[in-house]
Nanobody, 122 residues
Framework: QVQLVESGGGSVQAGGSLQIRCLVS???????VGWFRQAPGKEREFVAA???????WYGDPAKGRFTIARDDAKRTVYLNMFRLEPEDTGVYYC?????????????????WGQGTQVTVSS
């Protein structure tokens, strides 16, 4: 059973930076991993994804400000966030993909972490 545990969330002022991490365990085949976020009262949205081979995908919220990376020796996927804005506030979830499907689609992911809160104050 694949398990994901997020960490590194917290509070930061607008313009600041934050790194959140996703520890992925329980897999036999290295999965594609995505980051999603959900703001209060809004739907969960795609942020970024990294494939097992290192391919990168970014959603509109992340383009130009966030980077995703993975360290397979540590079984960890990182989301580095720069120039944060209050609109980036929300719970950030990492997820491991199931069999197939678009990396930007929530339905493509079979396993989810519990989420980590990111709060950006103005």
């Amino acid at each position: 059973q694949v398990q994901l545990v997020e960490s590194g969330g917290g509070s930061v002022q607008a313009g600041g930076s934050l790194q959140i991490r996703c520890l992925v365990s329980g897999y036999t085949v290295r999965p594609d991993v995505g980051w999603f976020r959900q703001a209060p009262g809004k739907e969960r949205e795609f942020v970024a994804a990294i494939t097992a081979s290192g391919g990168l995908w970014y959603g509109d919220p992340a383009k130009g400000r966030f980077t995703i990376a993975r360290d397979d020796a540590k079984r960890t996927v990182y989301l580095n966030m720069f120039r944060l804005e209050p609109e980036d506030t929300g719970v950030y979830y990492c997820a491991a993909q199931g069999d197939s499907g678009s990396l930007t689609s929530i339905g493509s992911y079979a396993y989810w972490g519990q989420g980590t809160q990111v709060t950006v104050s103005s």
